[in-house]
């Protein structure tokens, strides 16, 4: 087959050598083993990089025709640039994965294995997270649990390092989603899956590029993209403190007709208007988020434009001349 290998890169000079290094000698042992075609490529999407990313990627292209670069106009996130990669690859078998080097690259011949055997779909799992810090460890396991628990159909500790057929990848076309949580969409396709587990390594060089608040910012944008539960969390707390109100309103006409205590208190006034106020700014808050993210969908923007694409460069006959834009549209 025909293999497409995506690394969303973002700020990655330190290590990208190392990685199309290895890269290229993963796809020469599995072109040696007759089990992927000539013509496989590796596609380094530039996702806006302030440093020698895009240098490093036009150089790779320059030295091997394995090597496509897709730069995109300018920063558009993790999930847009992984997007970009999948749809602009050509292989029958796309593999996306992070260029840190943190996952094991080993573990593609496992997807392709899968692939063979049947499975559309194919997941990078994590056996566990030993070279995580405990903080992360733990919040990250607890999200998941959270999102089952939401109703989020989503795959234990696997993050963006999967394979997908072709079949896949044109059903992913069809997803025009621009609050995009990758995740979340991949278990939507359907199809046959498989899983492949794998230990996951230490960053070769350089820093995460995913603080914390970005971190927290993906979580809630899974949580909102793909669950109702906050709607009907809100519909729940709202009938409880309707009932607390009313058995409130029943006490105070008990007091005020069968006993002499009936003057109102500062408390019994000022802290129902507060509760109730507090309560009722949360509900339009999370209501407020949905609509959000409703509005922005209606704009169909585009998720994202290709500002150069070595491929085309290459057969124009130059390696430094934008020759086209290319626009997937939302």
Known sequence: MRLSIVVPCYNEQEVLVETL???LRLMDELLCAGRIEVDSEVIFVDDGSRDRTWALI????QSSTRVR????SRNRGHQQAVLAGLLMARGDAVVSVDADLQDDLAAISEMLSAHVAGAEIVYGVRRKRESDTFFKRFTAEAYYRLL???GVEIVFNHADYRLLGRRAIEALREYREVNLFLRGVIPQLGFNTAQV????????AGE???PLGKMLALAWQG??????MPLRLITSVGLLISLASFGVSLWALWVRLFTEHSVPGWTS????????GGIQLLCIGIIGEYLAKTYVETKRRPLFHIEHDTALARDAGTMSTAVSVSTWQG
């Open 208 to 210: 995460s590029k995913y």
């Open 69 to 72: 670069g897709l730069k995109l």
């Open 269 to 276: 006034t000022v802290v129902p208007i507060y509760l109730l």
């Open 223 to 228: 949580i909102t993209s793909f669950s109702t």
């Open 197 to 204: 587990h794998y230990d996951r390594a230490e960053r070769f």
């Open 58 to 61: 036009q150089q790779g292209a």
């Open 21 to 23: 290094a290895r890269l």
């Open 148 to 150: 089952s628990r939401l």
